[in-house]
């Protein structure tokens, strides 16, 4: 499935910004699941300086330097992603979870996807007892691991409440357990904080999720949001598996990966400074739109022209 995907940023400010330093992580990479065919970065005010350079876990990076006042900042990304997951691995059938956790611990890689780098707690996702004896309820030994990470995934699903005035961006993974409620990054978080408890390598993964509006309905312009969700080592054979824990179901075709890490702030697609006094407003909207739908809807993707694509295709 091939998607057009726009992530569309605006920052609007109370007072004049005379300084920015922001770094975008807006690139879709190519991985095994999908093949980044396109990808354009347009940003207003025009930035004096750009650096593209790969992150520490594969992400791609665009750091800018904007110094020309401003009082409204415009970020625009546009992608086309051909998005390909391979089949989801018969879950009964995986390798028993304490031996997934063995090899990880003796993995030699520190390659990027090396299950090495995505074993230990971080500020966001700490090792606490709690959480770690939730996510233990769905490991029983001897359990196949996509087995076992698919119960706890439908488990935070069923027994927490989607809210997204319960969390903030900033929250760690304890206070949203606690609380039982949150967004999809809450969700991920508390997944990845119990599977690393559990001595088991987990990734936080951001991206887009395609949305499908009610029948009769038009697909509304922006109304799409960027997604989180849960990338478990299922051992050699496996690989990475994905979780999404937000909607019980495992990462296939209507997910789009942007950047992998070990928690939201590995992976922010937006993130930096700013001089100015003053608040700000922040408005982002998103589509996420199959090829052959932006035809039949009329749309208007101009913006998504595909030189990429042409030379491979070529």
Not at 1 to 13: A, F, G, N
Not at 254 to 271: C, E, N, Q, W
Not at 282 to 295: C, G
């Given at each position: 499935?091939?998607?057009?995907?726009?992530?569309?940023?605006?920052?609007?400010?109370e007072a004049e910004v005379t300084y920015a330093r922001c770094v975008l992580r807006l690139t879709p990479p190519s991985t095994l699941a999908q093949t980044l065919l396109d990808n354009a970065i347009a940003i207003t005010p025009e930035p004096a300086?750009?650096?593209?350079?790969?992150?520490?876990?594969?992400?791609?990076?665009?750091?800018?330097?904007?110094?020309?006042?401003?009082?409204?900042?415009?970020?625009?990304?546009?992608?086309?992603?051909?998005?390909?997951?391979?089949?989801?691995?018969?879950?009964?059938?995986?390798?028993?979870?304490?031996?997934?956790?063995?090899?990880?611990?003796?993995?030699?890689?520190?390659?990027?996807?090396?299950?090495?780098?995505?074993?230990?707690?971080?500020?966001?996702?700490?090792?606490?007892?709690?959480?770690?004896?939730?996510?233990?309820?769905?490991?029983?030994?001897?359990?196949?691991?996509?087995?076992?990470?698919?119960?706890?995934?439908?488990?935070?699903?069923?027994?927490?409440?989607?809210?997204?005035?319960?969390?903030?961006?900033?929250?760690?993974?304890?206070?949203?357990?606690?609380?039982?409620?949150?967004?999809?990054q809450d969700f991920a978080h508390i997944m990845v904080a119990g599977l690393r408890g559990l001595g088991l390598p987990a990734a936080y993964v951001s991206g887009y999720l395609r949305t499908n509006p009610p029948p009769g309905r038009p697909r509304?312009?922006?109304?799409?949001?960027?997604?989180?969700?849960?990338?478990?080592?299922?051992?050699?054979?496996?690989?990475?598996?994905?979780?999404?824990?937000?909607?019980?179901?495992?990462?296939?075709?209507?997910?789009?990966?942007?950047?992998?890490?070990?928690?939201?702030?590995?992976?922010?697609?937006?993130?930096?400074?700013?001089?100015?006094?003053?608040?700000?407003?922040?408005?982002?909207?998103?589509?996420?739109?199959?090829?052959?739908?932006?035809?039949?809807?009329?749309?208007?993707?101009?913006?998504?022209?595909?030189?990429?694509?042409?030379?491979?295709?070529?």
């Open positions: 499935m091939i998607y057009w995907v726009r992530h569309r940023t605006t920052y609007s400010y300086d750009r650096l593209s350079r790969v992150g520490p876990f594969g992400e791609q990076t665009l750091t800018v330097v904007i110094d020309k006042p401003h009082k409204v900042l415009v970020i625009d990304a546009t992608s086309w992603v051909d998005v390909h997951a391979p089949a989801a691995p018969a879950a009964a059938a995986s390798p028993a979870w304490e031996a997934v956790r063995s090899a990880a611990y003796e993995t030699s890689s520190l390659d990027d996807d090396s299950p090495a780098a995505f074993l230990y707690p971080t500020a966001r996702t700490p090792l606490t007892a709690p959480i770690t004896d939730y996510a233990r309820a769905s490991f029983p030994a001897g359990r196949p691991i996509v087995e076992a990470g698919a119960e706890l995934m439908t488990r935070i699903h069923d027994e927490f409440v989607y809210d997204s005035e319960a969390t903030t961006v900033s929250t760690p993974a304890n206070e949203a357990f606690k609380a039982r409620r949150g967004v999809c509304l312009q922006g109304a799409d949001a960027t997604h989180a969700w849960v990338s478990l080592w299922c051992g050699e054979q496996d690989g990475w598996v994905g979780f999404d824990p937000t909607n019980a179901i495992l990462a296939r075709d209507d997910h789009i990966t942007l950047a992998i890490g070990r928690d939201y702030s590995d992976v922010a697609p937006i993130d930096g400074l700013t001089l100015s006094p003053g608040e700000q407003e922040l408005k982002v909207e998103v589509d996420v739109v199959p090829e052959n739908e932006l035809a039949e809807r009329g749309w208007d993707a101009k913006a998504a022209v595909r030189p990429m694509r042409r030379a491979i295709s070529a």
